[in-house]
């Protein structure tokens, strides 16, 4: 296996607390999910994911075996879901129209890497966060491919000047962040949850 | 009970495949969950939740029972889910800051409410989409309150002028939907999803 270039995250990814997943994945950005089969590394978009848990924080997903990921993650228990800014819109795309069983996506999309804190699987540097999975429930992978992941550590990029998260509307079509809407004075029942990222 | 006012869905709600709910879910809107326990309906918003499987479609949902929606959501096995636009964006906050157990929150709120094609619980008339299902699957639900649902009925509502939906970023703050990126003409492995809602 030839190294990688890697970046030191301290560099430019600040470690938050894994509790704060959810105002990562809530909003239902598209993902892109990394694995490494021991031999090398893979990369995938995925968009069927939920926050299921706020604490320990878990995370659903669906992963089949028609993705090359589908064996990385089932044998080592293990991913990263990076979390991609709007500037990337191509990539995300193009990542999820290529298969890891053909080519190397790191190199053919010059994707930057920096070491993970706990797992094997590489962080992507150049996303916007950074959170580290191990398979914590694998009951529904089965039946529907649905794995069930606990977070075990996150990382923020404070460095990226664009800040807005990608959503897809199915198809290709994707919209990014718009207009913000502050409504915590209103979250009278929900108070405990509002803390900065 | 009290006959509520209701609107004729076909006045303002067109029927649309429920093949199609993916186009609606996977960008991760916040929803309004609405369930009937056989006596009165209620309302909640939610966040958590993600498409599992296009064909036949379903959609994974946590509701617990911390949720007055959760006890019907279990002895009827049905729900609708309700997108709202960004002009519905304090009454979404305000459903899910006060519990059904001790407010009418269609009173309340004024929700305009249809009757649904299949289901009791009704649909919100003045929300951009409405999904009515059916309990498809609660193996994961006394350990993670994760429901697996199938969609059996969609309908979308034409006239609202704001079309932007909501997401949730935690906390009571949200983002509409943005920029908008058309990139269908490089998903090459997936064009047999490139359908219109």
Not at 181 to 195: A, H, N, P
Request: net charge negative; aromatic share 8%.
């Amino acid at each position: 296996m030839r190294k990688r270039q890697q970046s030191e995250p301290k560099a430019v990814l600040r470690q938050i607390d894994a509790s704060k997943a959810y105002r990562i994945l809530e909003s239902g950005p598209i993902v892109m999910v990394c694995t490494h089969d021991g031999a090398r590394p893979n990369i995938m978009t995925m968009g069927f994911h939920m926050m299921v848990q706020h604490a320990p924080p878990l995370i659903a997903c669906v992963i089949g075996p028609w993705d090359h990921s589908f064996a990385a993650l089932r044998e080592t228990g293990q991913c990263v879901l990076a979390v991609p800014g709007a500037d990337l819109a191509r990539t995300v795309v193009d990542v999820g129209n290529c298969s890891g069983a053909e080519v190397d996506k790191f190199e053919r999309f010059g994707l930057a890497t920096a070491e993970p804190a706990k797992l094997s699987a590489p962080l992507l540097s150049d996303c916007l966060y950074n959170i580290e999975c191990i398979v914590h429930d694998d009951t529904l992978v089965d039946k529907y491919q649905l794995f069930v992941l606990e977070v075990i550590a996150a990382w923020c990029n404070d460095v990226r000047k664009e800040r807005r998260c990608l959503h897809h509307h199915g198809d290709g079509t994707f919209t990014a962040d718009g207009e913000r809407f502050d409504l915590r004075d209103r979250m009278t029942l929900w108070k405990q949850f509002q803390v900065d990222l």
